[in-house]
């Protein structure tokens, strides 16, 4: 079918997902383009950031060859306080452990080397 053809046979490296309206739509995007290096998602001020981060990078750890190395979130409420819950929320469940964490105005950046 078609979408196995995508999968396949794209190339796409980058992505820039403006409007997130359901996890799912992240989970889709992640298994559609595989070969995605840097993945920026616009999010509401509402979603639940530490559950949404958690299923991405359980998603990401789970896939054999994930080529994901720069996971951009861009959130209104994003802050100190917000950048240290996600940097213990990763350590303490082992989400990630080669990783940099860093905050640019709204938009958080996760580094996996």
Known sequence: DWINLAVEYNN?????????IEF???????D??????YLQIDCTS???ISLFLEIILLKI???VNSNLHL???SIPTADDSMMERIQ???DFKRLLFNYTIKRTNATIFL???
């Open 71 to 73: 996971l951009a979130i």
């Open 88 to 90: 213990n929320l990763i």
């Open 24 to 30: 799912d739509d992240v989970l889709f995007l992640i």
């Open 12 to 20: 796409i490296t980058k992505v820039y997902l403006e409007e997130m």
């Open 46 to 48: 509402d979603i639940d």
């Open 32 to 37: 559609l383009f595989p070969k995605v290096k």
């Open 111 to 113: 580094r996996m080397k």
């Open 61 to 63: 750890h789970n896939k």
